[in-house]
Structure formats: structure tokens, C-alpha cells
């Protein structure tokens, strides 16, 4: 007779499995860039992979499509640090979020936040080495997600340190993660917590934000809420008055490509980070590379017509995007091509800033 440990063992071990075939069903759903892109990494990162992002995205769920005041959203956070860490339900977590989240949300988003419990236990079956990057990062974004709440106003952030910190929480953070990630498992790969690849990393994911607040300006006005640095603006003549008419002011279209500037600085992190990662691990430079090249064409679409006013006029085309992807896949294994790659999707836009140190993203 098999004694109860070893049943239980084999029920956990069923459990897991079971849970982890939910989370890579539910992935093409709130995420189909994803669904291509996290089967190029290798084997050992692609469930730790899946499963961070999905916890990223009920955490960013709570923050856009959630009801609840900004403290209420925080508890909410905090609780799923708690849960992750074996220190609350997950499931009383679930229903809690369930309770608050707006009419309009996404149904596959919805589904992820009934699914959490399973998610959480996914995190818990991953290798013991894997598991602190990924709750440190959805520890770290939903507690600043949740502190930003606070701070949001339709007249924009404080300044470009402020920005910077915001970027770091909604994305530099998942570089960090990512990077530590690619250091456990990856010959060749600078060791997990290296400073300098972790400062790229870190200012890789801060370029990809930007881009996305850039982009998005408009649709987050409509919802009354601006991301955008006022420093920035106001240095170009537009100080960001809520009550303003931004489209077709010259000094908003000024202040917009100046926050074009300040994405390419961080880009360039981006293409010094793609060329460290080893050409044996071409899956690892696609998967990096497919993102820094939609983000470049963005911005240059953008560079293009700073007087946009709807995420539609910058949009890369279908064509354009095939045509990375096949850019990128074919620099994974040869860093000259990798380089073209590169510089082709951000052909014209201005040149990056000199840094004089590392910035230091949070305040």
C-alpha cells in the first residue's frame, strides 16, 4: 500500500500540472505578443516566465480596472505579496479583487484574477532559485502600482525622476527580474545580480514603458489620468492644464519629442543589453530583440508626427511588424545582423544622450 505522503506527493505534483496547462491556456489571452514570444526562451524559464507575467497582469488588472480607493487598492497589492509568500488565501484574495473590478474589464483579465489561486500555486512549485525574482517583481510593482494610485492626476507626474520611478515600477522592475532569470539559468550570461547588467535591464524595461505612456497618452487622457512628466512640458510650453486643449498646440507636440529623446536614452540600454546576451542563446535575443524593435519603430513613429493625437496614427503596421520579427530572428545568432536590426527599426530618430552614471529610477 502507497503510504499518504507519497499520495499526497503525487496529488501535489497532479495539482501542479494541472495548473500550470491553465496558466499557458491563459496566456494567449490577455497577452498574444507574449504567447509568440515566451516559447523562444529556453524550457527552464518558460513557466517561470508565463506565470510572472500573469501575476503582473492581475497586478496591473487591480490598477486599471478596479473600482476600489486608492488605500483599498493597496491592501490589495499587499495581499498579493502575502499570498505569494504563503501568508493569505489566495482564493479569499480572488474573491476580493472579484468584488471590485469594474463592469467594463476585459474577460480574460477577469478570468486571470478567478484563476489566481492557481497561479499562486504554480509560483509555489517552481525552482526554489526562480521564486524570489519573481515575487521580489510583483512584490516591488504592485506596491509602487499602488502608491502611483495615489499620485495620479489628469495634470501629469511631478517631474522626469518621478516618470522614471513610475516606469521603473510598471516595467524596469520586470528587467531586473528577467535578467536575475537569464543568470541562473543561461551559460555565458553575466551572474544573476550582476550591477551592470541589472542597470540595463532595469533601464531596457523603463524605455519600453515610456514608449507604451507615450503612445497611450490620449487614450489615458480620455479615462483622466496622465503619466507624462511636467517638468518636461512646462520647459516646452505646454505645462500640462488638464483643462487645456493639448491637440494641435505646438508646445505639447515640443514636449512630446522631447519624451521621444528621453526613450531612446533608455533604448540604447536596450541594444547594449541585447549584444551582451550569448548568440548560443538565440531564443533569449529574440525574445529581447522583438520588443526593443517594436518599441524603436513606435517611437519613430511618433518622431514622426509628435502632433498625434490617437495611439492609432503611430501604430506600427502588420507588414512592419513582420518584418521585424524576421529582422530579429535572424540577428539572434549573428550580432552584426542584430545591430542592423536595431538601428533599422529606430532609423532617424535622435541620437541618445551621453549618461554620466547610472540613473537610479525610483524615488
Not at 517611437?299 to 518584418?323: A, T, W, Y
Request: aromatic share 8%.
Amino acid at each position: 500500500m502507497r503510504s499518504t505522503s507519497a499520495m499526497s506527493e503525487r496529488h501535489r505534483a497532479y495539482r501542479w500540472a494541472v495548473n500550470r496547462a491553465y496558466q499557458e491556456a491563459a496566456l494567449p489571452g490577455v497577452s498574444r505578443t507574449f504567447a509568440l514570444t515566451i516559447p523562444e526562451l529556453p524550457v527552464a524559464l518558460r513557466d517561470t516566465v508565463t506565470n510572472a507575467y500573469l501575476l503582473c497582469r492581475v497586478a496591473d488588472t487591480v490598477e486599471d480596472h478596479s473600482r476600489a480607493e486608492p488605500d483599498a487598492k493597496h491592501d490589495l497589492m499587499i495581499g498579493l505579496k502575502e499570498a505569494l509568500q504563503g501568508r493569505r488565501d489566495p482564493s479569499e484574495l480572488s474573491s476580493a479583487i472579484q468584488k471590485v473590478l469594474d463592469w467594463d474589464t476585459p474577460p480574460a483579465e477577469r478570468d486571470l484574477v478567478v484563476g489566481l489561486p492557481r497561479l499562486v500555486d504554480v509560483t509555489g512549485g517552481l525552482p526554489e532559485a526562480h521564486r524570489e525574482p519573481v515575487i521580489r517583481c510583483v512584490s516591488v510593482m504592485g506596491e509602487g502600482m499602488a502608491d502611483f494610485q495615489r499620485r495620479r492626476s489628469p495634470a501629469g507626474l511631478r517631474d522626469r525622476e518621478q516618470f522614471e520611478a513610475y516606469c521603473y515600477y510598471v516595467a524596469g522592475v520586470v528587467g531586473e527580474m528577467l535578467t536575475d532569470l537569464f543568470g541562473l539559468e543561461v551559460e555565458g550570461f553575466p551572474s544573476a545580480g550582476d550591477p551592470e547588467m541589472m542597470d540595463l535591464g532595469r533601464r531596457f524595461g523603463l524605455g519600453l514603458q515610456a514608449t507604451n505612456v507615450i503612445k497611450d497618452v490620449w487614450a489615458d487622457r480620455q479615462r483622466g489620468v496622465c503619466w507624462l512628466p511636467r517638468d518636461v512640458f512646462t520647459e516646452a510650453g505646454c505645462p500640462l492644464d488638464p483643462d487645456a486643449e493639448w491637440a494641435g498646440d505646438p508646445a505639447f507636440a515640443r514636449g512630446i519629442a522631447e519624451m521621444v529623446t528621453i526613450g531612446v536614452e533608455h533604448m540604447e540600454a536596450a541594444r547594449s543589453y541585447i549584444l551582451r546576451i550569448p548568440t548560443t542563446e538565440p531564443g533569449i535575443r529574440r525574445f529581447c530583440a522583438w520588443a526593443a524593435t517594436m518599441s524603436l519603430a513606435t517611437l519613430r513613429e511618433i518622431h514622426r508626427r509628435p502632433g498625434f493625437c490617437s495611439g492609432d496614427e503611430v501604430k506600427i503596421s502588420r507588414r512592419q511588424v513582420r518584418r521585424l520579427a524576421g529582422l530579429s530572428a535572424y540577428g539572434a545568432e549573428r550580432d552584426w545582423a542584430m545591430r542592423v536590426a536595431l538601428a533599422w527599426s529606430g532609423r532617424g530618430l535622435p541620437r541618445p544622450l551621453v549618461r554620466s552614471g547610472r540613473s537610479q529610477g525610483i524615488s
